[in-house]
């Protein structure tokens, strides 16, 4: 079988490999979409924590399922997604009903090989039934599920205001599950094509460029000087981090979605008198995908409008570089297999 193997920070290589066999409690899927996601560019770009090479990448899936031991309710022949996150089911995290921040989680495509390859092996219990969506949705149902996973983490509550800063993929899912929580959500970010894509195609009312408005003062504006109840960074650029602490609202909540590398810095004092909750979010679970999956076929949210480059499997090796310049216009690609 072909696999597309990220050799080290920015060389990517075609090689085949024999196809997996069926193991107990596991299952082999036949890959059909693969979504590109931040966490593949930083990557390649040799940026991402957690991360060592050669790697496999890809963890946005759709398949057909081949064959499968103890999983019941699954048919070969059927279509599904599955939750990337191999947790241990043992440590403090995972009995306490946290397997997104399982001790020793691994994520395929991170820790361990993913799915940019034709056929995969993984265990039954992360398969997820296809609910009637497409390839194309059942794709994006983990990067929505990151995005809903933080607002369910921030609690966000009808009539508040969400400052999300960064309106890439993940910052657009975050963005849509807080406006379905009832939230004036506001986008901020240093792209003007993000920033007019959160506007004509998700209808956040309030957007903000970095680069060019005073964001304090924007803010304070929109918020009749309160400032943002819950501010959700999903830059995962230290700058961006940072800097939000000043966005916070008196009593409000932080949440970091947004991953980097380096120290996170800000004003005691400041946080403090604020009397301000800072968390991390880091994943997903069942429950978030099921609400997710819940939420596509109800119609609440169009995951369609996130792909705006496709891309053939054959091709992904030639194309991958495009997808790191800004002018690419690159909210989502999407992998096709077939």
């Known amino acids: 079988m072909k696999v597309l193997v990220c050799e080290k920070p920015g060389l990517f290589e075609y090689k085949e490999l024999p196809a997996p066999a069926l193991e107990p409690g596991h299952a082999i899927i036949k890959i059909k979409r693969i979504g590109i996601c931040g966490t593949d560019l930083h990557a390649y770009q040799g940026t991402q924590p957690y991360f060592n090479?050669?790697?496999?990448?890809?963890?946005?899936?759709?398949?057909?399922?081949?064959?499968?031991?103890?999983?019941?309710?699954?048919?070969?022949?059927?279509?599904?997604?599955?939750?990337?996150?191999?947790?241990?089911?043992?440590?403090?995290?995972?009995?306490?009903?946290?397997?997104?921040?399982c001790i020793q989680i691994k994520v395929c495509g991170v820790h361990i090989d993913g799915g940019m390859t034709e056929y995969l092996s993984i265990p039954s219990d992360i398969l997820i039934k296809n609910k009637g969506l497409s390839y194309d949705e059942l794709a994006l149902v983990e990067p929505l599920s990151i995005g809903a996973h933080g607002i369910r983490r921030a609690q966000v509550k009808e009539n508040e205001f969400v400052l999300v800063t960064g309106a890439g993929p993940i910052g657009l899912a975050t963005m849509e599950f807080a406006r379905?929580?009832?939230?004036?959500?506001?986008?901020?970010?240093?792209?003007?094509?993000?920033?007019?894509?959160?506007?004509?195609?998700?209808?956040?009312?309030?957007?903000?460029?970095?680069?060019?408005?005073?964001?304090?003062?924007?803010?304070?504006?929109?918020?009749?000087?309160?400032?943002?109840?819950?501010?959700?960074?999903?830059?995962?650029?230290?700058?961006?981090?940072?800097?939000?602490?000043?966005?916070?609202?008196?009593?409000?909540?932080?949440?970091?979605?947004?991953?980097?590398?380096?120290?996170?810095?800000?004003?005691?004092?400041?946080?403090?008198?604020?009397?301000?909750?800072?968390?991390?979010?880091?994943?997903?679970?069942?429950?978030?995908?099921?609400?997710?999956?819940?939420?596509?076929?109800?119609?609440?949210?169009?995951?369609?409008?996130y792909i705006t480059h496709r891309v053939k499997f054959d091709d992904v090796k030639n194309e991958f570089e495009n997808w790191l310049n800004p002018s690419s216009g690159?909210?989502?690609?999407?992998?096709?297999?077939d």
């Open 53 to 101: 090479y050669p790697r496999i990448l890809g963890h946005e899936l759709a398949a057909d399922l081949i064959d499968a031991d103890q999983a019941d309710g699954f048919v070969p022949g059927e279509a599904l997604t599955i939750i990337p996150y191999l947790s241990c089911n043992k440590c403090i995290a995972c009995r306490n009903g946290k397997p997104n921040c």
């Open 180 to 305: 379905i929580a009832g939230a004036h959500v506001i986008a901020l970010d240093v792209n003007e094509t993000r920033l007019e894509f959160c506007k004509q195609k998700l209808n956040i009312p309030y957007t903000i460029n970095a680069l060019k408005e005073n964001v304090v003062e924007r803010l304070q504006k929109i918020t009749n000087a309160d400032m943002p109840t819950v501010v959700i960074d999903a830059t995962g650029n230290q700058k961006a981090i940072n800097n939000a602490f000043q966005y916070l609202a008196h009593g409000g909540r932080y949440v970091l979605i947004g991953l980097q590398r380096d120290v996170i810095s800000f004003s005691h004092p400041e946080f403090h008198k604020r009397e301000s909750t800072l968390m991390s979010s880091r994943n997903a679970t069942r429950e978030d995908f099921e609400y997710v999956m819940n939420c596509m076929s109800k119609g609440l949210i169009n995951p369609a409008s």
């Open 330 to 337: 690159l909210i989502k690609a999407m992998v096709e297999m």
